[in-house]
């Protein structure tokens, strides 16, 4: 079994008041405590936040360049459990059309701020195929930049050295009958060919518009844009929101999402 956790952190924002990262620090690493993820991609973390994160997942290891420049931008962080994977090699790519260069945006698309793609290709230590697990944060604001940064992410997965399956996880601020998931699970095609992602949270027998993810530190969710995609052979044993509050916290204005996948 491969347990997968996606969480928007929400960044270190003094004007949060009692929600701002200091009084919910301890909560979000008991809950990843808890959960225990094999792999965990985190949104929005600022470079004080995830060292704190870290600081509390002995076990675990990270990786993730910031979007812009300096560190002090938001990451899009892997962490992972070293006991269960290793991880071969990873990278960063800017969802942009000069994807390599660190910090980069696409003002036609119309995003204010870079968006990027942090990933890692791992194995498990006790045998078995690499896979890729690609992590992200799409634009809050422009369709289009949602729609061009899909279109990228998949045509990174169709590049000869990715390895397979791939796992897809992130904030895509974005329904899940939107274009950007459209193109992401198949339904639309990208350079003419369909890709081959699924929803976790249908995989797992889950209908309808899925339960949502965002609540704004309210505790209530208001809509679903978080989420866990895979590639076949992996299934989704289980999916689920983690909506209820940690030692009376809520962990982000996000609720996590977990997927626990098989072979």
Partial sequence: MLTVLTLNLRFDNPGDGEHAWPHRREAVGNLLHAQAPLLLGTQEGLADQLEELQAQLPGY??????RGSPEQDEHCRVFYLTNALRLRRHGDFWLSETPDQPGSRTESWGNGFPRMATWGEFEPNEGGAPFTFLNTHLDHASPLARERAAEQIVRFLRQADVAHPAIVCGDMNAAHDSRPLRL?????????????????YRLSGGTGSGPATFHGFTGRGTERIDYILVEPPLRAVRCEVLDQPVEGHCVSDHFPVRAVLEL
């Fill in 184 to 200: 992401l699970l198949g339904a639309e095609p990208v350079d003419g060919a369909p890709n081959s992602l699924r929803d976790t």
């Fill in 61 to 66: 290891a990270s990786f993730g360049m910031a």
